[in-house]
């Protein structure tokens, strides 16, 4: 392991990079990323929904979301989108 490859997840904050990286109300794309790291982009649909979402939920740094729908690849086709509880 070289301790100066910044391409790792062991040396990166990952809560600071969603937070540096919220959503806005002009957000057009967005992505999901579980507790263990991995990103998965939403579907076009999915992105009008995310965005609805924010839109609605006022400014946070982070959503925790449920995401019905299913994955090909790294995209989820979103069937629904919801703030998690």
Same mark, same amino acid.
């Given at each position: 392991?070289?301790? +100066?490859?910044?391409? +790792? ?11 540096y990286?919220? @959503?806005? =109300?002009? +957000?057009?794309?967005?992505? !999901? ?5 991995? @990103?998965f982009?939403?579907? @076009?649909?999915g992105? =009008?929904?995310? =965005?609805?979402?924010?839109?609605q ?7 925790? !979301?449920? !995401? ?9 086709q979103?069937?629904?989108? @919801?703030? =998690?509880?």
């Amino acid at each position: 392991m070289n301790p +100066t490859d910044t391409e +790792t997840y062991v040396d990166r904050d990952g809560n600071l990079e969603i937070r540096y990286c919220r @959503s806005r =109300a002009n +957000t057009k794309s967005f992505a !999901v990323v579980t507790p263990d790291g991995q @990103s998965f982009e939403l579907d @076009s649909t999915g992105n =009008a929904k995310a =965005a609805e979402l924010v839109r609605q939920s006022g400014k946070k740094s982070r959503y925790d !979301v449920a !995401v019905v729908g299913g994955i090909s690849k790294h995209t989820i086709q979103v069937e629904s989108i @919801s703030l =998690a509880r």
